[in-house]
């Protein structure tokens, strides 16, 4: 399985959050993984609010981030580039997303396009989550409360 992660799900990788064992069993499963590459400031940036935030101790957001910056090489980065920042326009319009959001879906489109294959979309954001399925990828989880 190729899976696409946008940082709300990559995150709970590297913060013990709801869901975190089941991302942990998606990763297993995929033979394939990548994001985009705004995910490496974004997932940095809400380990960084964790440790401000006092819900991890300092010691143990360290070690979250250097887990992440550790595994980053294993994904697959998805460029970001000006044909991906004009889809996601036309994207944020057409869904009604947020700027990442969009950039997001416009990185996972183009993914699974380029690769010709199915590409599944981990997201723990409603708004894109249902985007990406009415664009006609494969979402995870299967359904969001």
Known sequence: MIVYFDSSALVKRYLSEAESARVNSLIAQASVMGTSLISRAEVSAA????GR??????????LARQSFRSEW???VGVEV???IVIQADDLA????????????????????????????????DRD????AGRDGMNVWPETLE
């Open 47 to 50: 380990i960084a609010k964790a």
């Open 53 to 62: 935030m006092n819900w991890l101790t300092r010691e143990a957001a360290l």
């Open 73 to 75: 090489p294993s994904l």
């Open 128 to 131: 894109l989550w249902q985007a």
């Open 81 to 83: 580039s000006e044909s």
């Open 93 to 124: 319009w057409e869904h009604g997303l947020r700027g990442y959001d969009a950039v997001h879906l416009a990185c996972a489109l183009s993914w699974q396009e380029r690769l010709a294959e199915t590409v599944t979309m981990a997201t723990f």
